[in-house]
């Protein structure tokens, strides 16, 4: 139900941007989040976007990736977008997405729905 797009070679402090497309008609009060897993790693948790009672997108980064990467949703399109700037090679990972109505955005096991996955490789 979810499909990525967008991985890529990049050289470091390159950018990319990650698509996330879901083909539920909910998908726009789903969390959905980014997950990361470099070879001999275990998944990590990125960034999410998560509908909160204010009737806005909280959204939530690990340490890492703050102020460079940042989540968006365009909810016409049932796309959420992880863009990528100033990129490192300690960001090299396949990069995954997630969904689901969850209350913990960073703990993968919440998630439902997942995509296959799209490489990031940043090159040094």
């Known amino acids: 139900q979810l499909v990525e797009s967008g991985g890529g070679l990049v050289q470091a402090g390159g950018s990319l941007r990650l698509s996330c497309t879901g083909s539920?008609?909910?998908?726009?009060?789903?969390?959905v989040g980014w997950f990361r897993q470099a070879p001999g790693q275990e998944r990590e948790f990125v960034a999410a976007?998560?509908?909160?009672?204010?009737?806005?997108?909280?959204?939530y980064y690990t340490d890492p990736v703050k102020g460079r990467f940042t989540i968006s949703r365009d909810n016409a399109k049932n796309t959420v977008y992880l863009q990528m700037n100033s990129l490192n090679p300690e960001d090299t990972a396949v990069y995954y997405c997630?969904?689901?109505?969850?209350?913990?955005?960073?703990?993968?096991?919440?998630?439902?729905?997942w995509g296959q996955g799209t490489q990031v490789t940043v090159s040094s």
């Open positions: 539920d008609q909910i998908f726009s009060i789903y969390t």
């Open positions: 997630a969904a689901g109505k969850i209350l913990t955005y960073y703990d993968a096991a919440e998630y439902g729905y």
């Open positions: 976007s998560k509908w909160s009672d204010s009737n806005t997108y909280n959204t």
